[in-house]
């Protein structure tokens, strides 16, 4: 057995994060008492001049809150960290990510990839682990919204190593 496979083999087993029809505050509070990700599919609206993703966030956001914008390079693995107070609702607008999540007080790991394919919003609670890869050979934009704006002087945030959790598959899985 190599190093990969005897890393593998004392991984947590993944999950895919459980997928919710519901309102945006009621994924956010489903997410906070489970302490696990939610993922919400949104429909895209299309019509002859293109496609957009309508209403996403409607009801989650709090004058507390931010939207932001990143892009994220191929090869690129963001990972991982969480936060003591804030909620994260991710969603992949251009590109591909593959998500991770991990819980540190089972090893519990939740992977989904998320995107153009695949839209909708990823709801991440504290004090879950979480991270991202680009998946693909084009950048990756992810808009996200937090529950807490950025606090320079005092933030929100933990980091560790992306191969701190044993096994979780960053790389795409050649089948």
């Known amino acids: 057995m190599g190093p990969l496979t005897a890393q593998l083999a004392s991984a947590t087993t993944l999950k895919t994060p459980r997928t919710v029809a519901a309102p945006w505050r009621e994924a956010a509070d489903l997410a906070r008492r489970d ?3 939610i993922f919400i599919p949104v429909t895209p609206h299309v019509d002859d001049r293109g496609w957009s993703l309508m209403n996403l966030l409607a009801g989650a956001m ?36 593959k998500v991770g999540v991990h819980r540190e007080e089972d090893e519990q790991s939740w992977q989904l990839v998320i995107g153009e394919q695949r839209p909708g919003v990823v709801v991440i609670p504290p004090p879950l682990w979480h991270g991202a890869a680009t998946v693909g050979a084009e950048p990756a934009g992810l808009l996200y919204y937090v529950t807490e704006r950025y606090d320079p002087d005092a933030p929100d945030e933990h980091r560790r190593p992306h191969g701190s959790v044993a096994g979780f598959p960053w790389r795409t899985r050649h089948r």
């Open 35 to 37: 302490r696990e990700p």
């Open 62 to 97: 709090s004058e507390r809150g931010q939207i932001n914008y990143s892009v994220q390079h191929p090869g690129v693995v963001k990972a991982w960290h969480r936060h003591d107070r804030q909620t994260d609702f991710w969603c992949c607008v251009h590109g591909h990510l």
